[in-house]
T-cell receptor, first 114, second 116 residues
Framework: KQEVTQIPAALSVPEGENLVLNCSFT??????LQWFRQDPGKGLTSLLL?????REQTSGRLNASLDKSSGRSTLYIAASQPGDSATYLC?????????????FGKGTKLSVKP | SAVISQKPSRDICQRGTSLTIQCQVD?????MFWYRQQPGQSLTLIAT?????????ESGFVIDKFPISRPNLTFSTLTVSNMSPEDSSIYLC?????????????FGPGTRLTVL
């Protein structure tokens, strides 16, 4: 059974810092991995999606890496801003590409202090 | 990307009652998904709803407790029946992008349910 773990559960940093959020999964046979941010009352926003054949994806100040064999992904946020404060969720989809059945971690709650 | 809206955004309900949550998408989609996020927990898939057929439920979820309707390609409802405090959660509707960003999944804003 696939399990997704995110460390740390919470993180507080001063504005401007670069930071890394970690995600690990127990079954390396994944179809893809997706990072989301969750804001209260606004649901989930998709940030980056990495296919199992890819090593990383970048969007603006965000960079996500994937090491499928070791069951790890990281989300790197450069030059953090107070607007980055949110809960960041990592989710994986099984190798059969089972639509909709993303397995989520519990998230990392990020607070960026001005 | 798909834009998804949900109603209500939040509700406080009494034990034993039922609540129906609506999900509207701005484009036609084949499959819609319902997730639950209990306090402090991960999101968990409840069921997959295809237009014109019965919903498919994940292990631990049953149709009598979570009946789903899918009358057309842009709309779905999830009912939480005979509620108990354990049903207090955020319920999220989701669709998959079958167009440009393949396999990207999009979520609605969620419905925060509190059962007293």
């Amino acid at each position: 059974k696939q399990e997704v773990t995110q460390i740390p559960a919470a993180l507080s940093v001063p504005e401007g810092e670069n930071l890394v959020l970690n995600c690990s999964f127990t079954d390396s046979a994944i179809y893809n991995l997706q990072w989301f941010r969750q804001d209260p009352g606004k649901g989930l926003t998709s940030l980056l999606l990495i296919q199992s054949s890819q090593r990383e994806q970048t969007s603006g100040r965000l960079n996500a890496s994937l090491d499928k064999s070791s069951g790890r992904s990281t989300l790197y946020i450069a030059a953090s801003q107070p607007g980055d404060s949110a809960t960041y969720l990592c989710a994986v989809r099984g190798e059969r590409g089972s639509q909709g059945n993303l397995i989520f971690g519990k998230g990392t709650k990020l607070s960026v202090k001005p | 990307s798909a834009v998804i809206s949900q109603k209500p955004s939040r509700d406080i309900c009494q034990r034993g009652t039922s609540l129906t949550i609506q999900c509207q998408v701005d484009s036609q989609v084949t499959m819609m998904f319902w997730y639950r996020q209990q306090p402090g927990q991960s999101l968990t898939l409840i069921a997959t709803a295809n237009q014109g057929s019965e919903a498919t439920y994940e292990s631990g979820f049953v149709i009598d407790k979570f009946p789903i309707s899918r009358p057309n390609l842009t709309f779905s409802t999830l009912t939480v029946s005979n509620m108990s405090p354990e049903d207090s959660s955020i319920y999220l509707c989701s669709v998959e992008d079958s167009g440009g960003a393949a396999d990207t999944q999009y979520f609605g804003p969620g419905t925060r349910l509190t059962v007293l």
